[in-house]
């Protein structure tokens, strides 16, 4: 592996290295992507008292306002 030291005013303020050695030190990492896309696992319980929720929600369609303009 090989690395070249950064310096700013003579203190050091970064590496760089090679891109193998990178990935080699990174090793199996998901990306952001994967994370978001990912979301977490429910079983069918939860699955389902999710899928009523939003079927409840769906069916609300809010409240009248009366801005108290117009006729």
């Given amino acids: 592996m090989s690395a070249a030291g950064l310096t700013r005013h003579g203190e050091e303020i970064a590496v ?4 193998a050695d990178l990935h080699r030190l990174r090793g ?3 990306d952001v992507k994967h994370v ?4 977490p696992k429910f079983d069918d ?3 389902d008292a999710f ?4 079927a409840e929600r769906k069916a609300d369609f ?3 306002v009366d801005f108290g303009v117009g006729p």
């Fill in 51 to 54: 899928a009523a929720i939003e």
């Fill in 28 to 30: 199996d990492m998901a």
């Fill in 45 to 47: 319980d939860v699955a």
């Fill in 36 to 39: 978001l896309l990912g979301g």
């Fill in 16 to 19: 760089v290295i090679d891109i």
């Fill in 62 to 64: 809010g409240r009248t």
